[in-house]
């Protein structure tokens, strides 16, 4: 298995991926915690240091530049400070912010995150969580300025990435959009063009996303789509392989946490891979992201689904082992699989 994964690993290379979705700011307030509250019982923290990094579907490009690929997010952000720090973030990861829409209708999604460190060198521990969101519809306007920004960023694109965060920016005629620039033959006006990988991370319902290449979902989205619980190791199974059918998808993947990960393939393949680290686990926001960051890159140089989800789960192992929203890269997972 090794040198299997190092193979497919050696056919990662630069490719250009769009993703498409709800864009925001991740937050970290990290303290010491000194006494308790005279006011609640609530530990007093002193602040230590602060630090921002792309979340919601900005995490996934994030963690493309970092596997060496080139990233396009399309997406809103509001005419405010966070929206500037954003912006600020990507290009200093030199993200391509040219399908970034500004909405003054709306603020910028921020998660902030409050993270208390003991007196101890351990790692710090989320007390509270506070998110600035809006979900109302897309104006018209805004819709029809990024359906324009996916039919021209894809025009580059080897693949395209849709993370649904569920901030109202995967509307149906949004994913009809990528369906189209994704798969140009399957389109009514359809006059030429070459096809694209076309991926999904949905925290919804998944039937929206027929004719994806590949979906991704955890368990309880899973769940949630079907209908019924999934408990026993043949439950997943009928549950990939039914999805797959439904959604008319190359491959289906659901995560299970601790667990480790279930995939079904149109050729007739199901596999259940376990977690690949279960002893550092000190952080798993964002996860999820870099496994479909992974096997969207992966599909898209070419590498088989099993061996592509594989190499998710070495990454995802990685992650977790940090604080926060956390990335890796290719000479990291090299490292990891050869060691």
């Not at 929206?83 to 391509?96: C, K, N, P, S």
């Not at 590949?214 to 368990?219: E, G």
């Not at 000479?331 to 990891?336: G, T, Y």
């Amino acid at each position: 298995m090794r040198e299997q994964l190092l193979a497919a690993l050696n056919r990662i290379a630069a490719r250009r991926v769009m993703i498409v979705g709800d864009l925001a700011l991740d937050e970290y307030l990290v303290g010491r915690a000194t006494r308790l509250s005279r006011e609640a019982a609530i530990p007093v923290l002193e602040l230590s240091r602060e630090f921002a990094v792309p979340g919601g579907a900005g995490n996934p490009a994030h963690n493309l530049v970092a596997l060496g690929a080139h990233a396009v997010p399309v997406g809103v952000i509001g005419p405010d400070r966070a929206g500037e720090q954003l912006l600020a973030r990507f290009h200093e990861l030199r993200v391509d912010t040219g399908g970034i829409v500004a909405d003054p209708s709306r603020p910028t999604t921020t998660k902030m995150r409050v993270m208390a460190e003991g007196a101890m060198p351990t790692f710090p521990q989320q007390v509270a969580r506070l998110d600035r969101i809006e979900r109302k519809p897309l104006s018209a306007p805004i819709e029809r300025a990024l359906i324009e920004r996916i039919h021209d960023c894809a025009e580059e694109a080897d693949a395209l990435l849709v993370s649904d965060y569920r901030g109202g920016l995967v509307t149906p005629a949004i994913i009809e959009a990528c369906r189209s620039a994704a798969h140009p033959s399957a389109a009514p006006d359809w006059i030429g063009g070459r096809q694209r990988l076309l991926t999904v991370d949905s925290q919804g319902d998944l039937l929206r996303f027929a004719d994806f290449d590949l979906v991704r979902a955890n368990r309880q989205e899973a769940e949630a789509t079907l209908g019924r619980r999934l408990e026993q190791e043949s439950d997943f199974q009928t549950a990939c392989e039914e999805l797959l059918g439904r959604l008319h998808a190359r491959a289906v993947v659901i995560t299970r946490a601790d667990d480790g990960l279930s995939i079904a393939t149109r050729d007739g393949r199901y596999a259940h891979l376990p977690v690949v680290n279960r002893s550092e686990v000190f952080d798993v926001t964002g996860a999820g992201d870099t496994v479909i960051a992974v096997l969207t890159l992966a599909l898209a140089c070419g590498v088989d689904e099993m061996d592509a989800a594989w190499l998710a789960m070495v990454a995802a192992g990685i992650v977790v082992r940090h604080i926060g929203v956390a990335v890796t890269t290719v000479a990291e997972l090299r490292q990891v699989i050869g060691a």
